[in-house]
């Protein structure tokens, strides 16, 4: 595969929902073939949740950027049994979660598949997903509405509530150090 840009969203409404994201950001730093790019601030958010399922919980929710030259199909795979790992109620797997992803955009592309749909149908109906967008890159152009994020934020009408929260992304699990190579006199 060529290297592309994606988007991934994140979301945790269940249980230390800051660490759970840290640690999101952790994994997707160690993804295979892949450079994480950008990741925006976090944001706490009131649930869209017509159907109630959620618990109403409220997320915390990002975007990370990433530089990747998985497929598409092989990336969310991935993202899933990242959910897994990271404690997604299977059974239930439409309640309150510690960990959803999105595949938001994927360059340019335009996917329907059984299982995967790029960009994601709802990504700009929604204030949670689409404000850090702006804030990680404004001009992007949706492959499929040819509007940039930020034409697609000021249309918006999504009234539910989205506050950027001033923690550092990340920072439970700073990158560490790399060892040094020990000399030979060691
Ligand atoms: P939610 O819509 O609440 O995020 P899930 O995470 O359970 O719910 O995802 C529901 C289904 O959406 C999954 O089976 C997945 O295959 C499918 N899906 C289709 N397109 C996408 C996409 N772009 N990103 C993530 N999941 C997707
Ligand atoms: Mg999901």
């Not at 994606?6 to 660490?19: A, C, L, P, T, Y």
């Not at 797997?93 to 059984?114: E, K, N, S, V």
């Not at 999504?158 to 990340?170: A, C, F, Y």
Request: with cysteine; glycine share 8%.
């Amino acid at each position: 595969m060529p290297r592309e840009i994606s988007f991934i969203g994140f979301g945790s409404n269940v249980g230390d929902r800051q660490e759970l994201c840290d640690r999101a950001i952790a994994l997707m730093n160690l993804l295979p073939l892949s450079q994480v790019t950008g990741v925006s601030s976090y944001y706490e958010t009131e649930p869209v949740d017509p159907e109630g399922r959620l618990g109403g919980h409220w997320f915390y929710n990002g975007i990370v950027r990433l530089e990747t030259s998985l497929s598409p199909q092989r990336l969310l795979a991935i993202l899933q049994e990242t959910e897994r790992g990271l404690g997604r109620n299977e059974i239930n797997r439409q309640g309150p979660r510690t960990m959803d992803f999105d595949l938001l955009l994927f360059g340019q592309h335009q996917i329907d598949q059984p299982g995967l749909t790029v960009p994601h149908p709802r990504l700009h109906k929604r204030r949670f997903v689409m404000e850090p967008l702006v804030e990680l890159d404004p001009a992007y152009i949706h492959p499929a509405l040819h509007r940039s994020m930020h034409e697609l934020l000021e249309a918006l009408d999504d009234p539910n509530q989205v506050t950027k929260l001033s923690i550092k992304p990340g920072s439970t699990y700073p990158a560490r150090p790399t060892c040094s190579v020990p000399t030979a006199s060691e």
